[in-house]
């Protein structure tokens, strides 16, 4: 008896593997996901369960709700921006309506692993510019490019390195890309970063009919779990999008909480200041037990931990999860000799430098 057969390279797929590690221990610290430290909004919470008792109704199809209150905090064109099941929906929205079989995506060696798992899903090539001391080597990226390239993904900030590059070498770099590629800029990160020679990537899509920014709700806003996120990009480039993705693709909550979210300035203010507050504290306290902690302008760190053995990244991982503290293992992303860490509550990682101090020690 046969079985069915999938499309050609589907078992070659290496699925993405999330948040890893487990703890038996009474309390678990999570810093494998760079999540929220705070939580949600309380106004978030409130609204998703304001709609329990409207479950039985679809969600509004084209999330406009949403996307007006995404556009008059951001000073954009609500129709030009598009809400997803999360940035995942809207990569895979994207590579589906641009790239197919014989046709090539760009990705750096240490961008989104779904940018080439996505790729390869639907049959197309995913093709990897190396970084250069864990930043994105833009030239790299040039150097890939080819007459089949039709999309480049370019994570700014980049995951998991926290490294950026400046709105003007982005500009520069757009410059230089043949206007038949799509320039996909994932600012997943973009709230956490203070430094004024950044962009998201408002004005260069603003700019030009080939740029479309990805955003999530998943990060400073702590909705992970509603998997929300948005896209920004020229009329030309969303109406296509607008073909592809799903007639009702975010559930009623997520549109709730993310509406709620964005009006509570006041909390996400205080969710950055917690940020910016502990992360050069705990980056500090790591280069004092003699660890190299790669600059970062994100709410995670990526941590190398001495190469000998007993004191190495694997047995950091294993310790650290023995009391109850999750943390990315990097193996994935051939960083055999790093962890990355993201920041958590204050009290969370005063025992995460303690239990450092412990393994090191």
Same mark, same amino acid.
């Given at each position: ?5 999938? $499309? ?35 106004? /978030? ?33 609500? @129709? ?5 099941? #999360? ?14 079989? #014989? ?7 240490? #961008? ?8 390869? +899903? ?45 709105? @003007? ?31 998201? #990537? ?5 700019? +030009? ?17 509603? $998997? ?37 300035? +006041? ?36 941590? &190398? ?5 007993? $004191? ?8 650290? /999860? +023995?009391?109850?503290?999750?943390? $990315? &293992? ?17 009290? &969370? ?8 101090? &412990?393994?090191?020690?």
């Amino acid at each position: 008896m046969s079985l069915p057969t999938p $499309r050609p390279g589907i078992l070659d797929l290496k699925p993405y593997l999330s948040t890893q590690g487990s703890s038996t221990h009474a309390r678990v610290i999570k810093l494998s996901a760079n999540e929220g430290a705070l939580g949600p909004s309380p106004k /978030a919470l409130e609204a998703f369960h304001s709609v329990a008792a409207n479950l039985h109704r679809y969600p509004e199809g084209g999330s406009g709700t949403l996307a007006h209150a995404i556009a008059a905090r951001h000073g954009i064109d609500a @129709a030009r921006v598009i809400c997803g099941n #999360g940035s995942d929906e809207l990569i895979e929205v994207i590579i589906k309506a641009f790239a197919g079989h #014989g046709d090539e995506v760009i990705y750096t060696q240490y #961008g989104f692993r779904m940018f080439p798992i996505t790729t390869q +899903a639907h049959s197309a090539t995913p093709v990897m510019a190396p970084e250069t001391n864990f930043e994105v080597d833009l030239d790299a990226i040039l150097a890939k490019v080819t007459d089949r390239t039709k999309i480049v993904f370019l994570a700014n900030p980049n995951n998991p390195t926290g490294s950026y590059k400046t709105a @003007a070498d982005v500009k520069a770099f757009h410059a230089k890309l043949p206007s038949n590629i799509v320039l996909v800029l994932d600012a997943a990160y973009a709230e956490f970063v203070s430094r004024n020679d950044y962009s998201a #990537g408002i004005d260069l899509v603003d700019q +030009a009919e080939n740029v479309v920014m990805l955003r999530t709700f998943s990060k400073l806003y702590a909705l992970a779990g509603l $998997r929300l996120g948005w896209c920004y990009g020229s009329p030309y480039l969303i109406d296509i999008l607008n073909r592809v993705r799903g007639p009702f693709n975010v559930n009623l909550p997520a549109q709730a909480a993310g509406v709620a979210a964005l009006a509570d300035t +006041a909390f996400l203010e205080k969710a950055r200041s917690h940020n910016e507050k502990m992360m050069p504290w705990t980056v500090a306290e790591m280069e004092k037990l003699g660890l190299k902690v790669v600059p970062t302008v994100t709410n995670f760190m990526l941590v &190398e931990f001495p190469h000998e053995e007993g $004191r190495n990244a694997d047995a950091a991982l294993a310790f650290l /999860a +023995a009391r109850g503290i999750l943390v $990315r &293992e990097m193996r994935s992303y051939a960083l055999p000799h790093h962890l990355r860490f993201s920041i958590g509550t204050e009290e &969370e990682m005063q025992i995460v430098i303690d239990a450092l101090k &412990e393994f090191l020690t």
